[in-house]
């Protein structure tokens, strides 16, 4: 018997070649998806981890402050004061979104129990600073106030800390302004993270109504008395991902306001937490 042996047609194998095609299109596309999925994930990731290392530290000192919350007597050198402010970055090349400038620069200071950058110290009670410098443009540059071994990603959009001790010389006195009691070498800055875009801070102090306690906008600070009756902090801040930081600061300036809006609703993430001031930690 003579078998006859059956070949695919040309038309045959221009389908099936077709189908493979399509598939493989399909399949290099989900790869690439995944893929950028992938490094968004970790970009992303790297973000919350950074906003993670901040909040824990201002967790830790806010939650063992030393505060007096009525400021009743200035003139007691035990007096131990709560500051929020703000001031002019003061650099060339920042960076505009949607027309703003991000050009103000944000710090917190107080007095806390905390760890000491040396073991060699007698005592834990130390005056604390959190200092916010805004993001620059890569033609900038930079801040010349701030060491480059300790900030080394100051162009970025950076938050530093800076600890002083509380010794009885420098003591709280009456008369003496917030600038003076929390007179910092900058020096001696160190980065706690980078990629920040924004960062605001908000006092609140508690308000009795017929409803009970709510919390309301605290006082403005005293320049000589700080804040008065704080109760709670809130910390609000925007982080770009570290390795997006660059084109944030090279062609950002060169996009629509559509376009900084796309970038930054893709890349950004804010981040909130309100800390309470613990009335046991209050100065006597």
């Not at 968004?40 to 950074?50: A, C, K, P, R, T």
């Amino acid at each position: 018997m003579k078998i006859c042996k059956k070949h695919f047609t040309l038309f045959e194998l221009l389908i099936s070649i077709g189908l493979l095609v399509v598939v493989a299109v399909v399949l290099v596309q989900m790869l690439a998806l995944t893929s950028d999925y992938w490094h968004h994930s970790n970009e992303q990731g790297d973000v919350y981890m950074d906003n993670k290392v901040l909040f824990n530290m201002l967790s830790d000192e806010l939650g063992n402050i030393v505060y007096d919350y009525s400021n009743a007597s200035v003139a007691d050198s035990n007096h131990a004061p709560l500051f929020i402010g703000e001031f002019t970055a003061g650099s060339s090349g920042m960076i505009k979104v949607e027309g703003d400038s991000l050009d103000k620069g944000r710090t917190i200071c107080f007095v806390t129990h905390t760890r000491r950058d040396s073991d060699t110290e007698n005592s834990d009670i130390c005056k604390v600073a959190y200092v916010y410098y805004p993001p620059l443009q890569e033609s900038s540059g930079g801040y010349s106030n701030l060491d480059d071994d300790k900030v080394p990603c100051e162009k970025n959009g950076v938050i530093v800390r800076m600890i002083l001790d509380e010794e009885a010389s420098t003591s709280f006195k009456s008369g003496q302004s917030m600038g003076d009691y929390f007179k910092f070498d900058l020096a001696n800055a160190k980065q706690v993270i980078e990629g920040v875009i924004d960062f605001q801070l908000y006092a609140y102090k508690m308000k009795s109504d017929t409803d009970g306690e709510t919390l309301e906008a605290a006082d403005s600070p005293d320049s000589q008395a700080g804040l008065k009756n704080v109760r709670a902090v809130q910390v609000v801040i925007t982080m770009l991902p570290p390795n997006r930081c660059k084109e944030f600061r090279t062609d950002f300036q060169d996009r629509s306001d559509d376009e900084q809006r796309e970038f930054l609703h893709k890349y950004a993430r804010t981040f909130s937490r309100t800390f309470w001031i613990n009335q046991m930690n209050a100065a006597n």
